[in-house]
């Protein structure tokens, strides 16, 4: 079952802040910006950069997910490896709310979201 419409533009609007304050200023945005997307009970954190001999291409990369489990009422919180899989963060692997999952994201404690 997907997130209502109450809940989703909630957290369409959170993530929204979040991902404004990680955008870098508007002349480098070319090179390098970030975006979101909720599909399903998911939301996916991505990185957008040109493709290096046609820039005029766009390249998404994610580098975050949560899921919410609504049986359980938990985000699970998920990275992409350099196998391009994702995988469960075992760190936090699961948190209460979509506030929770973004600080987890934002402080990045074990590089894996940034690098």
């Not at 910006?33 to 820039?55: A, M, Y």
């Not at 009422?73 to 948190?95: C, F, T």
């Amino acid at each position: 079952m997907a997130l209502n419409d109450l809940e989703r533009k909630r957290i369409e609007k959170t993530v929204g802040v979040f991902v404004e304050k990680l955008r870098p200023p508007p002349p480098i945005r070319s090179q390098l910006d970030f975006g979101f997307r909720v599909t399903g009970q998911s939301i996916e954190l991505f990185e957008i950069r040109p493709q290096w001999n046609k820039p005029e291409i766009k390249h998404e990369s994610s580098f975050a997910k949560a899921t919410f489990v609504q049986a359980q009422g938990i985000w699970k919180v998920y990275w992409m490896r350099a196998d391009l899989k994702w995988h469960r963060y075992e760190p936090v692997p699961e948190v209460s709310a979509i506030e929770n999952f973004l600080t987890v994201v934002e402080n990045d404690e074990h590089s894996c979201f940034f690098g």
